[in-house]
């Protein structure tokens, strides 16, 4: 992006590939046959891909994997964050590198890690179950994993979405608290200081003073939370194994879209989709923007 801002001739060339996008997604393309093959379809692409049923339901696995994933990133980084905050300078900085971790781990080695955790045999995660499930303590909240087992995370259409929104969630809740951290480190302490002497207790220092005033770093959050997961790609590729298993209820939009492009070489058809995949994220942003943006909590104030 740094390029793009100092050079010109960089930025140039990325406004003429926004132009070439659209030109090609009213074209018929297969890259390996060379610029002459390419074929006017006029709005074609766009009819097939909209009347697709894979693309509706690559949209719905983008849609629910989003809400699955997002809405508890920020129901914990919330109160985490403001726990970090409590808790002190020390504690803070440790504890966010900690939680930060994740974020700037590979997101393809953050997959296979957990690729490797899901197995159905070897993996940690159903050999602990079964080690709850013998435990003496735990096995009244454990009994029914022996007759679930395997389970199947990466396999099972049922729950692969749930398995791939964790991944989300793992890796990205870190970057939200970082967030707003941030945030609540701009509030004034005499406003705390205040409520305690009016006998406020901590959570409704909480609910009362620090949700209000880091509702700009919340709208800032979860706008970047809307793109992100709607531009998902990377952890549902590698958990289905680039596609070949649970593909049906874990194929995100983005891996539709990489499917047409280099599965089908369809260049033509994956431009449309390109395009109808910006649509969907600029009216998704528009809504919530409108919804909880400045001049949306002004109307509905």
Not at 100 to 106: E, G, N
Not at 250 to 264: D, Q
Request: aromatic share 18%; with cysteine.
């Amino acid at each position: 992006m740094v390029f793009i801002a100092v050079f010109p001739a960089v930025r140039n060339l990325f406004r003429l590939s926004y132009f070439f996008m659209i030109f090609l997604s009213f074209h018929t393309w297969n890259p390996v046959q060379g610029l002459g093959a390419m074929e006017w379809v006029g709005w074609e692409n766009y009819q097939l891909a909209l009347t697709d049923p894979m693309l509706w339901q690559s949209l719905w696995n983008t849609i629910v994997i989003a809400c699955l994933s997002g809405i508890p990133q920020h129901l914990v980084a919330l109160p985490t964050a403001y726990l970090l905050v409590r808790l002190g300078a020390r504690a803070r900085h440790w504890l966010s590198v900690a939680f930060f971790m994740p974020y700037v781990t590979s997101t393809i080695a953050v997959s296979m890690i957990f690729y490797v955790m899901y197995a159905p045999a070897s993996g940690i995660i159903n050999k602990t179950l079964v080690l709850l499930a013998d435990a003496s303590l735990t096995q009244w909240a454990f009994a029914w994993v022996h007759e679930a087992m395997p389970i199947r995370w990466t396999q099972d259409n049922a729950l692969i979405r749930y398995s791939v929104s964790f991944v989300v969630f793992w890796k990205y809740v870190g970057f939200n608290i970082i967030i707003y951290c941030a945030g609540l480190m701009t509030i004034p302490k005499d406003l705390y200081e205040a409520a305690r002497i009016d006998g406020a207790n901590a959570w409704q220092q909480f609910r009362y003073i620090a949700l209000p005033l880091l509702r700009p770093f919340i709208f800032f959050a979860v706008t970047l939370t809307i793109i992100g997961n709607m531009n998902l790609f990377d952890e549902p590729y590698v958990l289905t194994r680039a596609l070949q298993q649970a593909a049906d209820n874990g194929m995100t939009i983005s891996n539709y879209l990489y499917r047409v492009a280099w599965e089908w070489l369809d260049m033509g058809g994956a431009a449309a989709v390109s395009w109808i995949l910006f649509g969907i994220i600029a009216l998704l942003t528009a809504i919530y923007f409108y919804l909880f943006g400045r001049k949306g909590l002004e109307e509905h104030s």
